[in-house]
Protein backbone atom coordinates (compact mmCIF):
# COMPACT_ATOMS: atom_id res chain seq x y z
CA UNK A 1 0.00 0.00 0.00
CA UNK A 2 2.93 2.29 1.21
CA UNK A 3 4.54 1.43 -2.63
CA UNK A 4 1.25 2.14 -4.25
CA UNK A 5 0.91 5.55 -2.40
CA UNK A 6 4.42 6.44 -3.22
CA UNK A 7 3.78 5.98 -7.13
CA UNK A 8 0.76 7.78 -7.13
CA UNK A 9 2.32 10.55 -5.68
CA UNK A 10 5.07 10.42 -8.06
CA UNK A 11 2.89 9.73 -10.93
CA UNK A 12 1.09 13.20 -9.76
CA UNK A 13 4.24 14.86 -9.10
CA UNK A 14 5.84 13.95 -12.44
CA UNK A 15 2.17 14.65 -14.09
CA UNK A 16 2.43 18.06 -12.68
CA UNK A 17 5.64 18.90 -13.91
CA UNK A 18 4.87 18.10 -17.27
CA UNK A 19 1.62 20.03 -17.29
CA UNK A 20 3.46 23.21 -15.51
CA UNK A 21 6.02 22.94 -18.93
CA UNK A 22 3.47 24.19 -21.32
CA UNK A 23 2.99 27.18 -19.14
CA UNK A 24 6.28 28.28 -18.58
CA UNK A 25 6.95 27.92 -22.72
CA UNK A 26 4.01 29.97 -23.59
CA UNK A 27 4.81 32.42 -20.71
CA UNK A 28 8.74 32.62 -22.17
CA UNK A 29 7.64 33.21 -25.44
CA UNK A 30 5.18 35.84 -24.69
CA UNK A 31 7.68 37.43 -22.78
CA UNK A 32 10.20 37.50 -25.91
CA UNK A 33 6.86 38.96 -27.93
CA UNK A 34 6.60 41.95 -25.58
CA UNK A 35 10.43 42.94 -25.88
CA UNK A 36 10.57 42.27 -29.69
CA UNK A 37 7.31 44.78 -29.24
CA UNK A 38 8.82 47.19 -27.33
CA UNK A 39 5.70 47.68 -24.86
CA UNK A 40 7.74 48.84 -21.78
CA UNK A 41 9.27 51.45 -23.38
CA UNK A 42 6.11 53.22 -24.18
CA UNK A 43 3.60 51.87 -21.19
CA UNK A 44 6.03 52.96 -18.32
CA UNK A 45 6.68 56.11 -17.37
CA UNK A 46 10.19 57.79 -17.42
CA UNK A 47 11.41 56.82 -13.01
CA UNK A 48 8.02 54.56 -12.95
CA UNK A 49 9.80 51.31 -10.61
CA UNK A 50 5.33 49.62 -11.80
CA UNK A 51 6.39 47.96 -15.64
CA UNK A 52 3.85 48.65 -18.14
CA UNK A 53 1.60 50.78 -15.77
CA UNK A 54 1.03 53.26 -18.08
CA UNK A 55 1.64 57.19 -17.80
CA UNK A 56 4.33 57.63 -20.48
CA UNK A 57 3.58 61.24 -22.53
CA UNK A 58 4.02 60.03 -26.39
CA UNK A 59 4.81 63.71 -28.07
CA UNK A 60 2.58 63.41 -31.34
CA UNK A 61 2.25 66.55 -33.81
CA UNK A 62 -1.27 66.47 -32.70
CA UNK A 63 -0.10 66.86 -29.08
CA UNK A 64 0.79 64.54 -26.42
CA UNK A 65 -0.87 61.19 -26.10
CA UNK A 66 -0.68 59.18 -22.46
CA UNK A 67 0.16 55.53 -22.87
CA UNK A 68 -2.50 53.50 -20.97
CA UNK A 69 -1.90 50.79 -17.85
CA UNK A 70 -1.67 47.54 -19.91
CA UNK A 71 -1.24 45.69 -16.21
CA UNK A 72 -3.53 42.82 -15.78
CA UNK A 73 -5.43 44.62 -12.73
CA UNK A 74 -9.42 46.35 -12.92
CA UNK A 75 -7.70 49.69 -13.96
CA UNK A 76 -5.57 47.78 -16.62
CA UNK A 77 -6.51 44.85 -19.10
CA UNK A 78 -7.70 42.86 -16.46
CA UNK A 79 -10.77 42.41 -17.55
CA UNK A 80 -10.27 41.71 -21.18
CA UNK A 81 -10.85 38.66 -23.44
CA UNK A 82 -8.40 37.26 -25.40
CA UNK A 83 -10.45 38.61 -28.40
CA UNK A 84 -10.35 41.85 -27.01
CA UNK A 85 -6.75 42.16 -26.48
CA UNK A 86 -6.28 41.15 -29.99
CA UNK A 87 -8.89 43.70 -31.46
CA UNK A 88 -6.85 46.08 -29.21
CA UNK A 89 -2.99 45.31 -30.35
CA UNK A 90 -3.78 44.25 -33.91
CA UNK A 91 -6.85 46.70 -35.02
CA UNK A 92 -6.58 49.45 -32.82
CA UNK A 93 -9.96 48.68 -30.90
CA UNK A 94 -10.37 49.02 -27.17
CA UNK A 95 -12.78 46.61 -25.29
CA UNK A 96 -15.12 49.55 -24.91
CA UNK A 97 -15.31 50.07 -28.40
CA UNK A 98 -13.52 53.27 -28.64
CA UNK A 99 -10.57 53.46 -31.28
CA UNK A 100 -6.28 53.83 -30.07
CA UNK A 101 -4.71 56.61 -31.79
CA UNK A 102 -1.90 54.97 -34.27
CA UNK A 103 0.76 56.11 -31.43
CA UNK A 104 -0.14 53.02 -30.36
CA UNK A 105 1.67 50.94 -33.48
CA UNK A 106 -1.11 48.33 -33.94
CA UNK A 107 -1.28 49.47 -37.98
CA UNK A 108 2.33 47.00 -37.79
CA UNK A 109 1.19 45.16 -34.93
CA UNK A 110 -1.60 43.36 -37.48
CA UNK A 111 0.88 41.70 -38.73
CA UNK A 112 1.15 39.83 -35.38
CA UNK A 113 0.24 35.79 -35.85
CA UNK A 114 -2.19 34.41 -33.86
CA UNK A 115 0.37 32.06 -32.00
CA UNK A 116 2.30 35.68 -30.86
CA UNK A 117 -0.70 37.08 -29.92
CA UNK A 118 -1.91 33.95 -27.79
CA UNK A 119 1.54 33.90 -25.97
CA UNK A 120 1.32 37.67 -25.39
CA UNK A 121 -1.73 37.82 -23.76
CA UNK A 122 -0.71 34.52 -21.53
CA UNK A 123 2.29 37.05 -20.38
CA UNK A 124 0.41 39.85 -19.67
CA UNK A 125 -2.25 37.82 -17.70
CA UNK A 126 0.12 35.99 -15.89
CA UNK A 127 3.49 37.14 -16.01
CA UNK A 128 3.24 40.75 -15.15
CA UNK A 129 2.21 41.94 -11.84
CA UNK A 130 -0.53 44.32 -11.50
CA UNK A 131 -0.83 47.62 -10.58
CA UNK A 132 -4.19 49.72 -9.84
CA UNK A 133 -2.79 52.85 -11.35
CA UNK A 134 -5.19 54.96 -13.23
CA UNK A 135 -4.88 56.08 -16.63
CA UNK A 136 -3.74 59.46 -17.30
CA UNK A 137 -6.32 60.77 -19.90
CA UNK A 138 -4.89 61.82 -23.00
CA UNK A 139 -6.69 65.42 -23.96
CA UNK A 140 -6.10 66.35 -27.80
CA UNK A 141 -7.49 69.53 -29.67
CA UNK A 142 -10.35 69.14 -31.72
CA UNK A 143 -10.99 67.81 -33.90
CA UNK A 144 -8.15 64.89 -33.23
CA UNK A 145 -10.17 64.24 -29.85
CA UNK A 146 -12.86 63.03 -32.29
CA UNK A 147 -11.71 59.28 -31.54
CA UNK A 148 -14.75 57.97 -34.29
CA UNK A 149 -12.21 59.39 -36.60
CA UNK A 150 -10.03 57.13 -36.44
CA UNK A 151 -12.42 54.54 -38.13
CA UNK A 152 -12.45 56.25 -41.03
CA UNK A 153 -8.49 56.90 -41.18
CA UNK A 154 -8.22 53.01 -40.54
CA UNK A 155 -10.11 52.08 -43.58
CA UNK A 156 -8.16 54.29 -45.71
CA UNK A 157 -4.50 53.50 -44.43
CA UNK A 158 -4.50 50.45 -41.83
CA UNK A 159 -3.50 47.30 -43.35
CA UNK A 160 -5.12 44.51 -41.62
CA UNK A 161 -3.72 41.69 -43.91
CA UNK A 162 -2.11 39.01 -41.70
CA UNK A 163 1.90 38.52 -42.50
CA UNK A 164 2.21 36.23 -44.51
CA UNK A 165 5.51 34.27 -44.85
CA UNK A 166 7.21 34.92 -48.93
CA UNK A 167 8.32 31.31 -50.22
CA UNK A 168 10.61 32.40 -52.44
CA UNK A 169 12.81 33.88 -49.24
CA UNK A 170 14.90 32.35 -46.80
CA UNK A 171 12.92 31.66 -43.18
CA UNK A 172 15.88 34.01 -41.68
CA UNK A 173 14.50 36.94 -44.28
CA UNK A 174 11.02 36.17 -43.29
CA UNK A 175 12.04 36.48 -39.69
CA UNK A 176 13.75 39.89 -40.08
CA UNK A 177 10.48 40.88 -42.29
CA UNK A 178 8.34 39.85 -39.25
CA UNK A 179 10.22 41.75 -36.63
CA UNK A 180 10.79 45.29 -38.91
CA UNK A 181 7.22 45.68 -40.50
CA UNK A 182 5.47 43.97 -37.58
CA UNK A 183 6.56 43.10 -33.81
CA UNK A 184 9.53 45.53 -34.13
CA UNK A 185 7.40 48.15 -35.99
CA UNK A 186 10.42 49.72 -37.35
CA UNK A 187 8.73 51.00 -40.15
CA UNK A 188 6.31 53.05 -38.10
CA UNK A 189 8.97 55.54 -37.36
CA UNK A 190 11.57 54.89 -40.57
CA UNK A 191 9.17 55.41 -43.09
CA UNK A 192 7.99 59.06 -44.21
CA UNK A 193 4.21 60.07 -43.51
CA UNK A 194 1.60 61.89 -45.31
CA UNK A 195 -0.32 64.78 -45.62
CA UNK A 196 -2.92 62.76 -43.26
CA UNK A 197 -0.11 61.12 -41.42
CA UNK A 198 -0.34 58.14 -43.17
CA UNK A 199 3.12 55.71 -43.75
CA UNK A 200 4.02 56.12 -47.59
CA UNK A 201 3.25 53.09 -48.97
CA UNK A 202 5.73 53.99 -51.93
CA UNK A 203 8.82 54.90 -49.46
CA UNK A 204 9.56 52.13 -47.28
CA UNK A 205 11.73 52.76 -44.20
CA UNK A 206 13.12 55.86 -46.58
CA UNK A 207 13.16 58.21 -43.02
CA UNK A 208 11.06 60.72 -41.69
CA UNK A 209 11.18 63.46 -38.79
CA UNK A 210 10.23 62.39 -35.64
CA UNK A 211 9.14 65.06 -33.20
CA UNK A 212 12.31 66.58 -32.45
CA UNK A 213 14.81 64.05 -34.01
CA UNK A 214 14.98 62.43 -37.18
CA UNK A 215 14.38 58.55 -38.42
CA UNK A 216 16.83 58.27 -40.99
CA UNK A 217 16.93 56.28 -43.98
CA UNK A 218 17.52 52.32 -43.41
CA UNK A 219 16.94 50.88 -46.82
CA UNK A 220 19.54 49.40 -48.50
CA UNK A 221 20.62 52.36 -50.64
CA UNK A 222 24.59 52.31 -50.23
CA UNK A 223 24.60 56.32 -50.06
CA UNK A 224 21.16 57.31 -48.30
CA UNK A 225 20.55 54.34 -46.15
CA UNK A 226 22.95 51.41 -44.81
CA UNK A 227 23.68 49.61 -47.97
CA UNK A 228 27.46 50.32 -46.91
CA UNK A 229 27.15 49.00 -43.48
CA UNK A 230 28.14 45.13 -43.15
CA UNK A 231 25.41 42.86 -41.35
CA UNK A 232 27.65 43.02 -38.14
CA UNK A 233 27.70 46.42 -38.12
CA UNK A 234 23.93 46.24 -38.16
CA UNK A 235 23.61 43.83 -35.41
CA UNK A 236 25.88 45.52 -33.46
CA UNK A 237 24.55 48.84 -33.49
CA UNK A 238 21.03 46.89 -33.15
CA UNK A 239 22.75 45.17 -29.72
CA UNK A 240 24.76 48.32 -28.13
CA UNK A 241 23.68 51.18 -29.82
CA UNK A 242 26.53 52.00 -31.53
CA UNK A 243 28.14 50.99 -34.68
CA UNK A 244 32.26 52.59 -34.74
CA UNK A 245 32.77 54.70 -37.53
CA UNK A 246 28.84 54.62 -38.59
CA UNK A 247 26.11 55.89 -35.87
CA UNK A 248 25.27 56.29 -32.39
CA UNK A 249 21.49 55.75 -31.08
CA UNK A 250 20.08 58.48 -29.45
CA UNK A 251 16.07 59.31 -28.56
CA UNK A 252 13.82 56.80 -29.67
CA UNK A 253 16.33 54.73 -30.97
CA UNK A 254 18.46 54.93 -27.70
CA UNK A 255 14.75 53.69 -25.88
CA UNK A 256 14.01 50.91 -28.55
CA UNK A 257 17.93 49.44 -28.28
CA UNK A 258 17.76 49.99 -24.43
CA UNK A 259 14.25 48.63 -23.32
CA UNK A 260 14.10 45.88 -26.69
CA UNK A 261 16.50 45.28 -29.39
CA UNK A 262 19.70 44.45 -26.89
CA UNK A 263 17.71 41.08 -25.58
CA UNK A 264 16.67 40.15 -28.50
CA UNK A 265 18.33 36.78 -29.25
CA UNK A 266 21.62 36.98 -31.92
CA UNK A 267 19.23 35.18 -34.20
CA UNK A 268 16.68 37.95 -34.60
CA UNK A 269 19.38 40.37 -34.98
CA UNK A 270 20.99 38.85 -37.88
CA UNK A 271 17.54 38.34 -39.34
CA UNK A 272 16.70 41.93 -39.06
CA UNK A 273 20.19 42.71 -40.62
CA UNK A 274 19.28 40.86 -43.67
CA UNK A 275 15.90 41.86 -44.78
CA UNK A 276 17.22 45.50 -44.17
CA UNK A 277 20.17 44.33 -46.53
CA UNK A 278 17.53 43.06 -49.50
CA UNK A 279 15.07 46.59 -48.87
CA UNK A 280 14.77 48.29 -52.27
CA UNK A 281 17.13 51.28 -52.00
CA UNK A 282 15.77 54.67 -52.32
CA UNK A 283 18.60 57.23 -52.57
CA UNK A 284 17.82 60.95 -51.58
CA UNK A 285 17.85 63.13 -53.60
CA UNK A 286 21.46 65.22 -54.27
CA UNK A 287 23.40 62.91 -52.01
CA UNK A 288 26.55 61.30 -53.39
CA UNK A 289 28.03 60.37 -50.01
CA UNK A 290 27.20 58.42 -47.54
CA UNK A 291 26.77 60.46 -44.25
CA UNK A 292 29.08 58.28 -42.41
CA UNK A 293 31.94 59.63 -44.42
CA UNK A 294 32.24 62.96 -43.65
CA UNK A 295 34.91 64.85 -41.80
CA UNK A 296 38.12 64.73 -40.30
CA UNK A 297 40.15 65.55 -37.36
CA UNK A 298 40.39 68.99 -36.62
CA UNK A 299 42.06 70.66 -33.21
CA UNK A 300 40.34 73.39 -32.22
CA UNK A 301 42.51 74.27 -29.60
CA UNK A 302 45.01 75.76 -32.55
CA UNK A 303 43.00 78.07 -33.54
CA UNK A 304 41.94 79.76 -29.84
CA UNK A 305 44.65 79.04 -27.76
CA UNK A 306 46.17 82.84 -27.06
CA UNK A 307 43.42 84.83 -28.62
CA UNK A 308 42.04 86.58 -25.77
CA UNK A 309 43.93 87.58 -22.31
CA UNK A 310 43.90 85.85 -19.42
CA UNK A 311 40.96 88.33 -17.62
CA UNK A 312 38.93 88.73 -20.66
CA UNK A 313 35.02 88.36 -20.47
CA UNK A 314 32.39 87.59 -22.83
CA UNK A 315 34.40 85.58 -25.17
CA UNK A 316 32.11 82.76 -25.89
CA UNK A 317 30.63 84.55 -29.10
CA UNK A 318 31.09 81.90 -32.30
CA UNK A 319 31.31 78.08 -32.66
CA UNK A 320 34.57 76.67 -32.26
CA UNK A 321 35.33 78.79 -28.62
CA UNK A 322 31.89 77.55 -27.68
CA UNK A 323 32.73 73.97 -28.53
CA UNK A 324 35.87 74.53 -27.08
CA UNK A 325 34.14 75.57 -23.77
CA UNK A 326 31.20 73.30 -24.11
CA UNK A 327 32.14 70.07 -25.91
CA UNK A 328 35.99 69.60 -26.37
CA UNK A 329 36.54 67.86 -22.64
CA UNK A 330 34.61 65.00 -23.67
CA UNK A 331 34.35 64.61 -27.65
CA UNK A 332 38.02 65.92 -27.28
CA UNK A 333 39.80 68.95 -28.82
CA UNK A 334 40.35 67.14 -32.52
CA UNK A 335 36.31 65.91 -32.48
CA UNK A 336 38.14 62.58 -32.17
CA UNK A 337 35.91 61.68 -29.19
CA UNK A 338 37.07 59.50 -25.75
CA UNK A 339 39.41 56.23 -26.04
CA UNK A 340 36.26 54.13 -25.45
CA UNK A 341 34.18 55.92 -27.75
CA UNK A 342 31.30 56.34 -24.90
CA UNK A 343 31.91 60.16 -26.08
CA UNK A 344 31.77 59.23 -29.96
CA UNK A 345 34.01 60.85 -32.65
CA UNK A 346 31.98 63.77 -34.65
CA UNK A 347 33.86 62.48 -37.89
CA UNK A 348 32.56 59.86 -39.96
CA UNK A 349 29.59 60.85 -37.52
CA UNK A 350 26.02 59.77 -39.37
CA UNK A 351 24.63 62.29 -37.18
CA UNK A 352 26.72 65.07 -38.28
CA UNK A 353 27.30 63.87 -41.75
CA UNK A 354 23.30 63.97 -42.87
CA UNK A 355 22.22 66.56 -44.64
CA UNK A 356 19.17 66.98 -41.65
CA UNK A 357 20.74 68.60 -39.04
CA UNK A 358 18.34 67.51 -36.44
CA UNK A 359 19.61 64.68 -34.62
CA UNK A 360 22.82 67.17 -34.47
CA UNK A 361 20.60 69.92 -32.71
CA UNK A 362 18.08 67.80 -30.57
CA UNK A 363 21.72 66.01 -29.04
CA UNK A 364 22.93 69.13 -27.95
CA UNK A 365 19.85 70.17 -26.24
CA UNK A 366 18.44 67.22 -25.19
CA UNK A 367 21.44 64.90 -24.53
CA UNK A 368 21.52 61.36 -25.25
CA UNK A 369 20.99 58.57 -22.59
CA UNK A 370 21.58 54.90 -23.35
CA UNK A 371 21.94 51.48 -20.94
CA UNK A 372 22.85 48.59 -22.53
CA UNK A 373 24.91 45.18 -21.67
CA UNK A 374 28.12 46.96 -22.80
CA UNK A 375 27.93 50.51 -20.33
CA UNK A 376 25.79 53.34 -20.10
CA UNK A 377 26.21 56.37 -22.13
CA UNK A 378 25.41 59.61 -20.05
CA UNK A 379 25.76 63.24 -22.27
CA UNK A 380 23.80 65.63 -20.37
CA UNK A 381 21.53 67.91 -22.41
CA UNK A 382 22.11 71.75 -22.83
CA UNK A 383 18.63 72.52 -22.58
CA UNK A 384 18.05 71.11 -19.40
CA UNK A 385 17.20 72.97 -16.26
CA UNK A 386 19.86 71.52 -14.59
CA UNK A 387 22.69 72.88 -16.57
CA UNK A 388 23.87 75.80 -15.42
CA UNK A 389 24.48 77.19 -18.43
CA UNK A 390 22.10 76.81 -21.07
CA UNK A 391 22.71 77.27 -24.27
CA UNK A 392 21.13 79.86 -26.34
CA UNK A 393 19.17 78.95 -29.75
CA UNK A 394 21.92 81.27 -31.59
CA UNK A 395 24.56 79.18 -29.50
CA UNK A 396 23.16 75.87 -30.55
CA UNK A 397 23.44 76.88 -33.92
CA UNK A 398 26.73 78.45 -34.03
CA UNK A 399 28.12 75.18 -32.36
CA UNK A 400 26.19 72.95 -34.57
CA UNK A 401 27.37 75.09 -37.67
CA UNK A 402 31.41 74.55 -36.30
CA UNK A 403 30.69 71.07 -36.30
CA UNK A 404 29.36 70.61 -39.41
CA UNK A 405 31.95 72.43 -41.03
CA UNK A 406 34.88 70.69 -39.51
CA UNK A 407 33.64 67.33 -38.44
CA UNK A 408 30.43 66.67 -40.68
CA UNK A 409 28.79 67.68 -43.84
CA UNK A 410 30.38 71.25 -44.61
CA UNK A 411 26.89 71.85 -47.00
CA UNK A 412 24.46 72.07 -44.15
CA UNK A 413 23.75 75.31 -42.15
CA UNK A 414 21.69 75.67 -38.89
CA UNK A 415 20.24 78.89 -38.12
CA UNK A 416 18.79 79.80 -34.67
CA UNK A 417 14.97 79.37 -36.33
CA UNK A 418 16.37 75.44 -36.55
CA UNK A 419 17.06 75.31 -33.19
CA UNK A 420 13.75 76.87 -31.92
CA UNK A 421 11.82 74.61 -34.10
CA UNK A 422 13.70 71.47 -32.91
CA UNK A 423 13.41 72.70 -29.08
CA UNK A 424 9.57 72.92 -29.53
CA UNK A 425 9.20 69.22 -30.44
CA UNK A 426 9.98 69.36 -34.43
CA UNK A 427 8.36 71.19 -37.09
CA UNK A 428 4.34 70.31 -37.18
CA UNK A 429 3.13 68.69 -40.24
CA UNK A 430 0.67 69.98 -42.66
CA UNK A 431 -2.71 68.75 -40.53
CA UNK A 432 -1.44 70.09 -37.15
CA UNK A 433 -0.46 73.15 -39.00
CA UNK A 434 -4.69 73.44 -40.00
CA UNK A 435 -5.60 72.82 -36.87
CA UNK A 436 -6.55 75.96 -35.71
CA UNK A 437 -8.50 76.89 -38.55
CA UNK A 438 -10.00 73.59 -39.08
CA UNK A 439 -13.10 74.52 -36.60
CA UNK A 440 -13.78 77.90 -37.87
CA UNK A 441 -13.26 76.68 -41.53
CA UNK A 442 -16.62 73.80 -40.62
CA UNK A 443 -18.56 76.76 -38.98
CA UNK A 444 -18.04 78.66 -42.03
CA UNK A 445 -19.09 75.73 -44.51
CA UNK A 446 -22.12 75.51 -42.16
CA UNK A 447 -22.80 79.31 -42.59
CA UNK A 448 -22.11 79.12 -46.10
CA UNK A 449 -24.33 76.45 -46.84
CA UNK A 450 -27.00 77.41 -44.73
CA UNK A 451 -26.86 80.58 -46.57
CA UNK A 452 -27.13 78.97 -50.18
CA UNK A 453 -29.94 76.69 -48.57
CA UNK A 454 -32.09 80.08 -47.64
CA UNK A 455 -31.31 81.90 -50.93
CA UNK A 456 -32.57 78.86 -52.92
CA UNK A 457 -35.69 78.57 -50.98
CA UNK A 458 -36.24 82.44 -51.15
CA UNK A 459 -36.11 81.82 -55.16
CA UNK A 460 -38.19 78.75 -55.22
CA UNK A 461 -41.18 80.69 -53.15
CA UNK A 462 -40.71 83.66 -56.28
CA UNK A 463 -41.05 81.05 -58.59
CA UNK A 464 -43.77 79.74 -57.10
CA UNK A 465 -45.38 82.98 -56.99
Known sequence: MKHFVMASLAALFTFGVQAETPDADLLHKGEQVAIASDCQACHTAPGSKSAFSGGYGIASPMGTIYSTNITPSATGIGNYSEAEFSNAVRLGKRADGASLYPAMPYTSYSKMTDEDVHALYFYFMRGVKPIDQANQQTDLPFPFNLRFSMVFWNLL??????YQNDNSQSPEWNRGNYLVNGLAHCNTCHTPRGVLMQEKSDQPLAGGPLGSWYAPNITSDPI???????????????????????????????????NSLQYLPESDLNAIAVYLKSTAPIRESGETQPAYQHGQ???VENSIRGRNPNNANHTLSNGEVLFSGNCASCHQPDGAGSANQAYPSLFHNTATGMRNPDNLIAAILFGVQRKTAAGEVLMPGFSSPSYVDKLTDQQVAEISNFVLHNYGNADVRVTAWDVAWVRKGGHPPLLAQAQPWILPGIIAAIVVL???IALWRRKRRRNAL
Open 297 to 299: PMD
Open 157 to 162: FADKGA
Open 450 to 452: LVI
Open 224 to 258: SGIGGWSNQELVQYLKTGRAEGKNQAAGGMAEAVE
